[in-house]
C-alpha cells in the first residue's frame, strides 16, 4: 500500500470517528455524571430509609396479631356466658362482673387498635364479611340479618372476617 492509500484511508476514518474535544470538556462531562449518580444514590438511600421505617412502623403494628387473634375466641366466650348466665338466672352481681371483664378486654385490644366490624343491618362486603349462609327476606337483597360471629380489624386490616347471614330474595 503506499503512502498516498494510507494518508486517505486515515482521512476516511477520521471522517467517521467523533469530533475531539477538549479536555476541559471532558472533565466537565465527567464531573456532570458523577454528580448524576451521587444524586441518584442520595434518592435511593433516601427511599431506603422511607421504605424501612414504614416497614417498622407496620412489623409494631401488627406485631400483636397473634396474640389478639386467640383473644378473639375468649372474648367470644365472655359473650355466650353472660347469655347463658342471663337465662340460667345467676345473681345481678355474677352477670355484672362478668360484663365488667369482658369489658376490661375489650378496653385493652381497643387500646392496642382493635375495632369491631359492623355487621348488622348493613350491606353484605366480602372483604369484611364472611356469608355463611343466605334466608329469605322481604327486605332488600344482599342485606346482613344475623351475625354468627364477630369480626375483627387491626389498625384497618381484616384479622378476622364476621360471619354473616346474608338476605335473599
Given at each position: 500500500m503506499t503512502k498516498k492509500k494510507k494518508k486517505d484511508e486515515l482521512k476516511t476514518v477520521a471522517k467517521e470517528l467523533p469530533p475531539e474535544k477538549p479536555e476541559a470538556d471532558l472533565l466537565k462531562e465527567?464531573?456532570?455524571?458523577?454528580?448524576?449518580?451521587?444524586?441518584?444514590?442520595?434518592?435511593?438511600?433516601?427511599?431506603?430509609?422511607?421504605?424501612s421505617a414504614l416497614e417498622k412502623e407496620q412489623f409494631v403494628q401488627f406485631a400483636n396479631e397473634n396474640l389478639i387473634s386467640e383473644l378473639l375466641p375468649v372474648l367470644d366466650?365472655?359473650?355466650?356466658a353472660m347469655q347463658?348466665?342471663?337465662?340460667?338466672?345467676?345473681?345481678?352481681?355474677?352477670?355484672?362482673?362478668?360484663?365488667?371483664?369482658?369489658k376490661q378486654l375489650e378496653d385493652a385490644l381497643k387500646k392496642h387498635g382493635i375495632e369491631e366490624i359492623e355487621a348488622l343491618g348493613k350491606p353484605y362486603d366480602p372483604?369484611?364479611?364472611?356469608?355463611?349462609?343466605?334466608?329469605?327476606?322481604?327486605?332488600?337483597?344482599?342485606?346482613?340479618?344475623?351475625?354468627?360471629?364477630?369480626?375483627y380489624t387491626l389498625h384497618g386490616r381484616?384479622?378476622?372476617?364476621?360471619?354473616v347471614i346474608v338476605s335473599k330474595k
Open positions: 465527567q464531573v456532570e455524571e458523577n454528580k448524576n449518580k451521587y444524586l441518584r444514590a442520595l434518592a435511593d438511600l433516601d427511599n431506603y430509609k422511607k421504605r366466650g365472655y359473650g355466650r347463658a348466665a342471663e337465662k340460667s338466672g345467676a345473681s345481678e352481681e355474677m352477670i355484672k362482673g362478668l360484663a365488667l371483664i369482658r372483604n369484611v364479611h364472611e356469608a355463611i349462609m343466605q334466608k329469605e327476606d322481604g327486605g332488600p337483597e344482599g342485606i346482613i340479618l344475623e351475625e354468627a360471629q364477630k369480626g381484616v384479622i378476622r372476617p364476621s360471619m
